[in-house]
């Protein structure tokens, strides 16, 4: 089952301060020392951040802008292709950069007049509690590293590429960032850890890795599909399911590899009745009853 910490490189601070990214062995950059030392840096960076405060501005490299305006342009190339028009819009209205790496004032400054998000820093893993909970007040924490320069359109991890071009740009779509909220203010009826994993297992589901029909083409909507370099073109080949919350919550998943089920909404308001719905009245006994009914259904007759 997936965990949100094996998606995140784990950070540490020592005792006398020294702030730790513990990147996995398959890291692009894990045998790169200046790489190691930037991860260190903006972790440390992040970690000084408190509410209210402004946030810290990250002084990118030549290297890094480079990353950026190589994906950047890929993914704006294929999100004109594979995106469903709500995505498409809301990124045309938004206008991130395509020639630097925003910091995320700058994002908070484009999104909040369209939809009321801001952009605050994570120096990695934020407990689910805290990460969709801010939903509710428009707040989004976001990761401020960008992807090794070996492989521009690969990372094992949520970067700013994914942050910024895969959830700024839905976040620019009001209905989309509606069913956030909505989603954020649910985090406060559900005092349950394995509640609170079934909402996070529908959002990724939906939001993260959600696809839909529009005028006889399969198109995307979430995040994950939207700033993935080779996972926007190949979504195509998944097997497609109808909504059905008590799949989406239930169902196991591998991060580090193509979805191989997603599930499919027949148009954006399907996605606002039925995800959106659930969103709006889950409760921890909602997710014990769909938990019990999903075991029974898998259970040999
Ligand atoms: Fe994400």
């Not at 590293?145 to 942050?163: C, G, Q, W």
Request: with cysteine; hydrophobic share 40%; glycine share 6%.
């Amino acid at each position: 089952m997936f965990t949100e910490a094996q998606l995140y490189s784990p950070v540490t601070k020592s005792a006398d301060g020294d702030v730790t990214v513990h990147l996995s062995d398959e890291h692009p950059g894990v045998h790169d020392p200046d790489y190691r030392a930037r991860r260190n840096a903006i972790a440390a960076q992040a970690l000084t951040y408190r509410p209210g405060q402004p946030v810290p501005r990250i002084d990118y490299t030549g290297e890094e802008q480079e990353v950026w305006r190589i994906v950047s342009a890929e993914l704006a190339r294929k999100r004109e292709r594979y995106a469903c028009a709500e995505v498409i819009e809301a990124a045309r209205r938004l206008e991130l950069p395509s020639d630097h790496i925003p910091q995320l004032d700058e994002v908070s400054s484009r999104l909040a007049p369209l939809t009321g998000f801001r952009y605050v820093p994570a120096a990695g893993l934020v407990p689910l509690r805290e990460f969709f909970g801010s939903f509710e007040d428009r707040i989004f924490h976001s990761t401020q590293y960008i992807r090794h320069h070996s492989a521009p359109l690969y990372t094992p991890e949520p970067d700013a590429v994914h942050e910024i071009l895969g959830h700024a740009n839905q976040l620019a779509s009001p209905r989309f960032a509606a069913l956030y909220a909505t989603a954020g203010a649910a985090v406060a009826r559900l005092t349950t850890e394995p509640a609170l994993k079934f909402l996070a297992d529908v959002f990724w589901f939906s939001m993260e890795f959600g696809v839909l029909r529009e005028k006889g083409e399969i198109r995307c909507y979430g995040a994950g599909l939207l700033s993935s370099y080779g996972e926007i073109e190949e979504f195509r080949e998944a097997e497609l399911r109808p909504l059905s919350i008590r799949e989406m919550g239930t169902r196991a998943y591998d991060i580090t590899h193509y979805q191989p089920v997603l599930y499919c909404a027949k148009s954006i308001d399907e996605i606002e009745d039925v995800v959106g719905g659930f969103f709006a009245t889950v409760d921890d006994d909602t997710v014990t009853k769909l938990a019990a009914a999903e075991v029974a259904g898998a259970q040999p007759a």
